[in-house]
């Protein structure tokens, strides 16, 4: 999938202490009466994940930089395996009003549309289907043949997470020869 920017370090070089915040933008007004009345145009909550590199090397420290400058800072978004939130195992795929299926992932008892994946396997009541029956378009499986409208598409996989980075500066503090640090944020983006 070369259409896609993918983070490039490992996600499992992320620090224990690392952390993912949710976040809802509510509007609220209370009356001269006391009444308070609230609203939020968001169907989904805002996810930042704050995350710690304790240990890189100069090579990953190089690459992190010029990550960073590829995608312009805060510009352009890309995709982020999470080292907690990552993996679905067995879930039913909603199905879109195009007949394609959406790929979901389950975040803290909320469902998200995922947009890109890897390590597919797609079934279609339990059975699994060859790569050349489907095809990943955006996060949806869309199938060459439909499946039976009463079939049920379930899927294995490891899921990305489009972000952007949460600020427009990048710090990586060099600790030690060859032995550097690195902690930022990426806003999740739909």
């Not at 070369?2 to 499992?12: A, G, K, N, T, V």
């Not at 060459?144 to 500066?169: G, L």
Request: proline letters at 4%; charged letters at 20%.
């Amino acid at each position: 999938m070369s259409d896609y920017i993918l983070f490039p370090l490992d996600q499992w070089k992320v620090s224990w202490n690392s952390e993912v915040g949710q976040s809802w933008a509510v509007n609220e007004q209370t009356s001269a009466s006391g009444k308070r009345r609230a609203l939020t145009n968001q169907t989904l909550p805002a996810w930042v994940f704050t995350l710690e590199f304790p240990k890189l090397t100069s090579e990953e420290s190089d690459k992190l930089l010029a990550f960073f400058s590829r995608v312009r800072g805060t510009l352009l978004p890309f995709f982020y395996k999470d080292a907690e939130h990552y993996k679905c195992t067995g879930v039913t795929l909603p199905k879109n009003t195009d007949g394609s299926y959406q790929l979901v992932a389950w975040m803290h008892g909320r469902q998200e549309p995922v947009y890109y994946a890897d390590k597919l396997t797609v079934y279609v009541d339990g059975v699994a289907q060859g790569e050349s029956t489907y095809k990943l378009d955006n996060g949806a499986i869309v199938f060459t043949t439909a499946p039976a409208s009463t079939a049920k598409v379930t899927a294995d996989y490891e899921y990305w997470w489009r972000v952007v980075f949460n600020d427009t500066t990048l710090n990586i503090t060099q600790v030690f020869e060859n032995l550097f640090t690195a902690s930022f944020g990426l806003k999740v983006v739909r």
